[in-house]
């Protein structure tokens, strides 16, 4: 049996602040891994035909146009967001809380109802 290492301050919380993503560079630079992709595909056109595998071209095609719809989208996202910020910046943090707590929450309360369910009892040592 392995010792588990405890802090020495067990009960204290280690407060970890979010990062300050937007997903205008992810999409922007997927985008830009998705039309040079297409452009290597289509140098080797006639090889990918020969071995059956031209659909990758389409792959990157619908890469490449999936990622020119969400660049839009994700701007004006950010646009959203900065202005929200300038208004008050207790607004943003006080959404970002809230959008992350109900989701433990309910991952708990989903988990319990499914060990419910099944009849499971985790907790119990009964082997």
Known sequence: MAHDAQPADATSAVEIAGLDVDGVNAVAIGTVLWAVALVVTLVMHSSLLESGNAWITWVCVSGLVLGLMGLPY???RRAVYRSAAASSP???SATTSTTTSPTTS???SAS???SASTGDDVGS???
Request: charged share 15%.
């Open 74 to 76: 994700v701007i004006r």
């Open 90 to 92: 207790s607004a943003v």
């Open 106 to 108: 309910t991952s708990a």
């Open 112 to 114: 319990a109802s499914a």
């Open 125 to 127: 040592s009964d082997s």
